[in-house]
């Protein structure tokens, strides 16, 4: 099992840039795709970004493909999302999860969940 700490959420400016991490416990971080997910107020979770165990493989949403770029520094046991030009509507609790590694990334069934970081985007 994983333990999933999330941080560098705050309060930033629309059209301004935020970089959240995540660092994972334990000595298998690098079998584990990670992922981003967020949920604004009132709506459900939703997926953000995905990155495969070795770096080479990632997916976006939408909304943030573009603006957003995931990362992870396997040495480090963290994952990074990095978000630019980011807009009121990108405001919610980002979550990071993680997943053992099937081959193939996915945007669904992370099994592990941090406890959340807020960004809050003002217009």
């Known amino acids: 099992q994983v333990q999933l700490v999330e941080s560098g959420g705050g309060l930033v400016q629309a059209g301004g840039s935020l970089r959240l991490s995540c660092t994972a416990s334990?000595?298998?971080?690098?079998?584990?795709?990670m992922g981003w997910f967020r949920q604004a107020p009132g709506k459900e979770r939703e997926f953000a970004a995905a990155?495969?165990?070795?770096?080479?493989?990632?997916l976006y949403a939408d909304s943030v493909k573009g603006r957003f770029t995931i990362s992870r520094d396997n040495a480090k046991n963290t994952v990074y999302l990095q978000m630019n030009s980011l807009k009121p509507e990108d405001a919610a609790v980002y979550y990071c999860?993680?997943?053992?590694?099937?081959?193939?990334?996915?945007?669904?069934?992370?099994?592990?969940w941090g406890q959340g970081t807020q960004v809050t985007v003002s217009s």
């Open positions: 999860a993680a997943k053992l590694s099937g081959g193939v990334l996915t945007t669904t069934f992370y099994p592990y």
């Open positions: 334990g000595r298998t971080f690098r079998t584990y795709d």
């Open positions: 990155i495969r165990w070795s770096g080479d493989s990632t």
